[in-house]
């Protein structure tokens, strides 16, 4: 008896993971335009892309193309203010958190992940390095 609950708790799982990624790619676009020999997709938020190339060298479908959130949505992070030891909110030695950590021109810098989840992209300066920090 055991076994069967087993299986069924084991396939209904797998249903609602089968049917909870049936559309793991997001959306497809909002509108296929044809203008003057061009081919256009246009997003949600009414930006048109080009597709011309991507249908008429390679084959692919403008109706099926996907897309995300849409250019501009997550704002990066364009000049991070980084805190020193014995300065507030500087973490205690004993907390344990996730960093992407730098050290580049001998300049070492630390990026919580708890803040890159929210930006994804720092957009930083070592000396006269530009780096894009990105998660």
């Known amino acids: 008896m055991k076994m069967k609950a087993t299986s069924i708790l084991m396939v209904g799982i797998l249903l609602l993971v089968w049917t909870g990624c049936s ?3 997001g959306p497809g676009p909002k509108d296929v335009i044809h203008d003057n020999g061009r081919i256009f ?3 949600r938020s009414g ?3 080009d597709v011309t190339h991507a249908e008429q ?3 692919l479908k403008a109706d099926k193309f996907q897309f995300g959130l849409g ?3 997550i704002p990066p992070i364009l000049n991070p203010e980084f805190i020193q030891p014995g300065q507030p909110g500087y973490p205690n030695p004993n907390e344990s958190f996730l960093i992407i ?4 021109n001998n300049i070492q810098r630390a990026y919580p992940i708890s803040v890159l989840t929210h930006h994804e992209v720092v957009d930083e300066q ?3 390095t530009y780096v894009a920090v990105a998660y």
């Open 23 to 25: 559309d793991v790619n």
């Open 41 to 43: 997709i246009q997003d």
């Open 47 to 49: 930006k048109r892309w």
């Open 57 to 59: 060298v390679y084959g």
């Open 71 to 73: 250019p501009g949505v």
């Open 101 to 104: 950590g730098t050290d580049i």
């Open 126 to 128: 070592f000396d006269s």
